[in-house]
């Protein structure tokens, strides 16, 4: 059995979540034999990263490899499954995505699973995957074992999960990491209307993220809407009269606090 | 004129916000002389902690404190002035609230101000005040002076903001703060529904903290709403079919970011 560092790897995709990964397991010393995008651009600068080769056209895909990791838009994915794993049945297919469930390739590929970090990606900005919990399913027990030990070489947070879990870490991530970043994104643009500069927010979404380490989320809630003191809540609503949108936000979000 | 460790401080209030910042005040070296809190049990654990005296009754309170800090709800602040400021007409006020204006004291007071900061607190948590932005106003110069000493000694953030601003810094903080931690608590829900842990949200949650010290909030923005992606934006509002209030949210948050 070959060890991680021995696979022959081909990532498919060059987006925020392949490039971050690729990097990791490039720097783990891990073998990325070629890198594919549809964009020759995002092609070149992860292959040059990486010190590989690329294509654009997946087709030129190499056909030997141990294992794709395939890791494109959820749309384009479904496109292109025939064309990735067409000429390379006997290779292991793994895709990277949190909503798509493993039996996508069933029919397809004959060892086939999913391998999902599951963390906020983007180009610009390097994360320490030791922490990045990985989710892992395989249609094979041995791909699993597999699977594992690639994962385990870059992260200490590996663990399997069922195509349905996946389906509600990928939603409570939508919560917890994009819901999250459009309240600060919000935030932002309040400020920036009022000629406030966002980095006096900083220190309170730090504390904020850190608290619900100690206590759970519920305990955590402080402001206006858990007391639902009406004349703090009245008054804000007065100060968005100007974006009807965040006005609306402000309200069933205060609801919900108070309800929960 | 007396440096800030050789005021006479009453701190009106003993909730989470009076409750650390009475720490911070007293491990920084200040002097509370007494603490009031219509609750005995509040009172007297913080005044405990502080190593100083307490009173439940308004009335009772000292008469010859250099500086009276006010931190009661909001709704309880507006009835109780007249009888927090009654006989002691010379002294400094101060409330710590982000959406009450200044001239809440106007006509009550002579040398009244306004000590904000800007965090959130609760009691079994101490925060780092080195950190915490505060916000000051004041109805006199060498008032504002004073309360620049003093919030100096125990933070590095220290600005002036008028009420409109500090108005707008408190909404803004509601969204950075309350409704991010909502976020965190609908995903612990979830969670929770489907047995899996909270704790494997926390690096995610880090992660889209520490991102916003690097990128703007809207640059760092990822997930399916920024993309549209309605295939995943349809399944997740299916997943969500038996939460019809979190369903509502979801709908809404995801056309926000779609439209910022």
Chains 1, 2 share one sequence.
């Not at 890791?71 to 990277?96: C, M, N, Y």
């Not at 399913?137 to 996946?166: C, F, H, M, P, W």
């Amino acid at each position: 059995m070959k060890r991680p560092e021995e696979l022959d790897i081909v990532l498919v995709g060059a987006g925020n979540l392949a490039t971050n990964l690729g990097k990791a397991l490039h720097q783990a010393g891990c073998r990325i034999s070629q890198v594919y995008s549809r964009t020759e651009e995002s092609a070149r600068t992860l292959a040059e990263t990486l010190k590989t080769a690329y294509t654009t056209s997946l087709p030129a895909l190499k056909n030997d490899a141990d294992i794709y990791i395939v890791s494109l838009k959820d749309s384009a994915l479904a496109e292109r499954l025939t064309e990735i794993v067409s000429g390379r049945e006997q290779s292991l297919f793994v895709h990277t995505a949190g909503s798509i469930p493993l039996n996508i390739w069933e029919g397809r590929a004959d060892h086939y699973g999913v391998f999902y970090p599951m963390q906020t990606f983007s180009k610009q900005r390097e994360v320490l995957f030791r922490e990045i919990p990985f989710f892992l399913e395989a249609n094979q027990k041995k791909d699993l074992d597999l699977l594992k030990r690639l994962a385990g070489i870059i992260s200490g947070n590996v663990y399997e999960a069922t195509s349905e879990q996946r389906s509600y870490l990928h939603l409570s991530a939508v919560f917890a990491c994009n819901f999250t970043n459009h309240m600060y994104a919000l935030c932002e643009k309040l400020l920036k209307e009022h000629n406030l500069p966002f980095e006096v927010m900083l220190p309170l979404i730090d504390e904020t993220a850190r608290k619900v380490h100690q206590l759970s989320p519920a305990q955590a809630q402080t402001g206006p809407a858990i007391r639902y003191d009406s004349n703090i809540i009245d008054k804000q609503l007065e100060l968005l009269s100007c974006n009807p949108q965040m006005r609306e936000l402000y309200e069933i979000i205060s609801k919900s606090i108070h309800n929960l």
